[in-house]
């Protein structure tokens, strides 16, 4: 085997992390380099396959806007790790520590005394001109004085080998459960290495952060409920919101989801409304309160600001935070830091000027070919420029924009990045790729404790010199070398628990999730339901045997708006090649089937907690073959072959609500929708179907009982070709039937009354009495040789009719249930629960 550096480019100006000047392997990434010499390029393409099975299969995403591979992107993760030796680390560590302990006491200053604009070390345009710096928030002191919970600081390497901080993360930083999940995939692909070069855990850092939140959090002598707070699903870090609240036990919220009531915050739950203590948020500073911050947020909490101020809950990180990342402060730290602490800063920041000073900005338009030039406050709305990259004409629009407005800009040196390697499995070589590292720190009792490791970011191509996930750089994972310390255990929880604290209901149930749980359950069942009739329809089509079964399931479909019906105005009639297609297909017809494949999407991407590993993995294979129908014209074969696999993956759906998921509130409304869209569709189709005119046709009869998924059922019993009254007996009046329409109504009847029951509501009536009618119904009257066709024909509109009702009832049923447990609009959905 080659070996894997014989086409690895080194620059002199570079460092890079796995070879010295003389291009010889370092040290700390002899023994992996070894391994990696010795493996096949069969073997580590294996590996690199495991790492992208495992992200798919884990549902690993970062959202990109507007990214071709679609909003879901996969997360982008490299064979191989970030090595760093541990007696390097130990002062990367320190610095990080020593920086975290600084800005949090430039908080405290900020919101409190402001000396440090007072005696000139921080300038008062730079603070009170950032969006971030929150008035409202002036005075409010958080438990300990702790205003960073969790920082965040990127760092990049010079060419000579030193780290640089090139930014902090004060707000909401993101990444230290991308960070875990790396070390989760990529541990499993290097088990031995991992093993042997003791690679330091990560879990210490995040026990730290649970510990934290439990002891700030107000509880007043209760068990505190810590809950995280997200934006919602088209953040692009969502995946990480969901992974980090599974894994520290949080409920994820959003800010519906949350409510003030007396300065105090409580959960919206199924039982009612519970206290929170704490909040771990992922919202930004002036989106979390509509009443005192930013007005036109529709994800914030109103009154949160006011429940922070009088103590009743703990946000972490602090309200306000978001000012320090204005990387015009970068150039003031050290000052402010020796005049705080009597210390230089271990970790210096790459060079930074604020332009806000008169020499300083005459110093950054004269030498702009060699600075990047960056917004002083987010609020700005250009990005980043490289000077090097402007024409003379681009560079005086910029100077007299500067000039203009000086204190809005922010000079900074170009930071020289270093170059890790990557596997290029196409290739079977290495090839070095820039990289920047983002390292995490939480406060204890003890001060910074810093994540061993962090997220290390790739720059996506060769001679890229900036790294962006967003700009579809990939990720690595990054490994601390070297004897594990103290506290570096594998993750062992929070607290022992004994039978006291045993629990058999979720009491943290947000009703967002069981709403969302409850149109899961709707949309599976209303896709199979079209799934099965389109394809009964397609079928019958591409056949062309039998032209009156075909008009009596298209009727049908028309009848229940999944078809596009003719448009009156087009005297030829739309044909009906293109209607299939629509109902199929259609992005413009709401009542497709793809349409209902995306709504069924989004509701199970609200509810991602709630569903295991398998089950989500079903679902996105389920979503991959839709996305692959997307062609101008589409084989009809192909449309039925895919309609039959849909028909099985959504059974399997089916199959994992039965015995994959906990009989739980949610689960019980998950169960409730799907029961009240299959008794839906089936009265509202059999009562179509009794008004048409192929009541009678034996083929039409043979795909109602496919329809109904009952075609074996009835030749096992009768082995006889379909007839009208064993057929309706079948799917009306049979309650061991589950797609009998007498089985549903039984059981959605039932389930409501419990439901009724243990939450306190009124008992509704209306099914009950409409089970009594459908019972006792008498197919007797429909035997042509004892009563006559008129009468048979009547007794058919009257049975239809009375389907007709089960089917409007059984929505307002739903409507109902709505507005009871979801909206919380009476008294039953109101009451408080004390903890």
Request: proline share 6%.
């Amino acid at each position: 085997m080659p070996d894997l550096l014989d086409q690895y480019p080194l620059s002199a100006a570079t460092y890079h992390e796995m070879l010295d000047a003389s291009g010889e392997v370092r040290p700390h990434w002899l023994r992996f380099y070894e391994h990696l010499q010795r493996s096949t390029p069969a073997q580590l393409i294996q590996r690199q396959a495991l790492l992208a099975r495992q992200i798919q299969e884990n549902g690993v995403t970062y959202n990109v806007y507007a990214d071709p591979k679609g909003a879901d992107r996969p997360w982008e993760l490299d064979l191989l790790p970030h090595l760093i030796p541990v007696e390097e680390w130990q002062q990367v560590a320190a610095g990080i520590a020593q920086r975290a302990r600084l800005l949090n006491a430039v908080l405290a200053d900020l919101y409190g005394p402001q000396d440090l604009i007072a005696e000139g070390l921080l300038p008062a345009e730079l603070v009170f001109g950032h969006n971030n710096f929150l008035w409202p928030c002036q005075g409010v002191t958080p438990p300990e004085g702790t205003f960073l919970h969790v920082y965040a600081v990127d760092l990049a390497r010079t060419p000579d080998g030193r780290w640089w901080v090139t930014a902090d993360r004060t707000q909401a930083p993101s990444g230290a459960g991308y960070a875990l999940e790396s070390r989760l995939i990529v541990s499993r692909a290097f088990p031995e290495l991992y093993r042997d070069l003791e690679v330091q855990h990560l879990s210490g850092f995040f026990r730290s952060l649970q510990e934290t939140l439990t002891r700030q959090a107000p509880s007043s002598n209760e068990v505190p409920l810590v809950v995280l707070l997200t934006p919602g699903r088209f953040n692009e870090s969502y995946f990480e919101h969901l992974y980090l609240a599974g894994q520290l036990g949080y409920p994820l919220v959003e800010g519906s989801d949350l409510t003030v009531r007396d300065a105090t915050v409580y959960l919206k739950t199924l039982s009612g409304l519970r206290r929170v203590h704490a909040i771990m948020r992922r919202l930004d500073d002036d989106f979390c309160d509509p009443l005192e911050l930013r007005t036109d947020s529709a994800l914030g909490v109103p009154g949160l600001l006011e429940a922070v101020r009088q103590g009743r809950v703990l946000v972490a990180n602090a309200l306000g935070s978001g000012v320090l990342e204005s990387p015009g402060l970068l150039g003031f730290l050290p000052k402010i830091n020796e005049h705080l602490f009597g210390e230089e800063l271990i970790l210096p920041s790459v060079a930074t000027w604020w332009c806000g000073e008169p020499p300083v900005l005459a110093q950054a338009l004269e030498k702009m070919p060699e600075l990047l030039i960056k917004p002083a406050f987010p609020s700005q709305s250009f990005a980043p420029v490289f000077g090097r990259d402007l024409n003379d004409e681009q560079r005086q629009a910029l100077a007299a924009r500067m000039q203009a407005r000086p204190y809005a800009y922010v000079a900074q040196e170009l930071a020289q990045l270093s170059h890790a390697p990557v596997w290029q499995g196409e290739e079977g070589q290495l090839q070095p790729r820039a990289i920047g590292m983002r390292v995490y720190a939480v406060a204890t009792e003890d001060g910074y404790r810093v994540l061993p490791g962090g997220l290390t970011r790739v720059a996506a191509d060769a001679d890229a010199d900036v790294v962006s996930m967003q700009r579809g750089g990939a990720s690595k994972d990054t490994w601390i070398l070297g004897e594990r310390t103290l506290g570096s255990e594998p993750w062992k929880g929070r607290r022992s628990l004994g039978v006291h604290d045993l629990i058999r209901r979720d009491p943290y149930l947000p009703s967002r999730v069981v709403e969302n749980l409850f149109w899961f359950g709707r949309y599976c069942e209303r896709c199979d339901d079209s799934a099965r009739l389109l394809r009964i329809m397609l079928a019958r089509y591409v056949d062309g045997d039998d032209p009156l079964a075909l008009q009596a399931a298209i009727e049908l479909g028309e009848r229940l708006n999944l078809v596009p019906r003719v448009d009156e105005e087009d005297e030829e009639g739309s044909a009906l090649h293109q209607r299939l297609l629509a109902a199929l297909l259609g992005d413009d017809w709401p009542f497709s089937l793809r349409s209902n494949l995306q709504r069924l999407q989004w509701a199970a991407s609200q509810v991602r907690g709630k569903l295991s590993r398998e089950n989500w993995q079903a679902l996105v294979e389920l979503q991959r073959e839709a996305t692959n129908l997307e062609t101008d014209d589409p084989d009809f074969g192909e449309l039925l072959d895919f309609l039959n696999r849909l028909v099985m993956s959504l059974a399997a759906l089916s199959g994992f609500a039965l015995d994959d998921m906990t009989r739980d509130e949610g689960w019980r409304f998950l169960m409730i929708g799907r029961r009240i869209e299959r008794l839906q569709f089936l009265s509202t189709s059999l009562a179509a179907f009794l008004r048409s005119d192929a009541v009678f046709d034996q083929d039409a009869l043979d795909w109602v009982l496919e329809l109904g998924n009952s075609s074996i059922t009835y030749r096992s019993r009768y082995l006889a070709l379909p007839q009208l009254i064993p057929v309706l007996d079948l799917l009306l009046l049979d309650d061991q039937n589950p797609h009998a329409v007498l089985f549903q109504l039984k059981l959605v009847t039932r389930s409501v009354k419990r439901l009724n029951e243990d939450f306190g509501a009124p008992q509704d009536r209306s099914l009950a009495a409409l089970t009594q009618r459908l019972a006792t119904f008498d197919l007797g009257c429909l035997e042509d040789g004892l009563f006559g066709e008129s009468s048979v024909k009547a007794a058919l509109h009257g049975l239809a009719d009375l389907l007709h009702g089960i089917g409007e009832v059984s929505g307002q049923v739903s409507d109902r249930l709505a507005l009871r447990h979801f909206a919380h609009v009476d008294d039953v959905s109101q009451r408080t629960v004390s903890v």
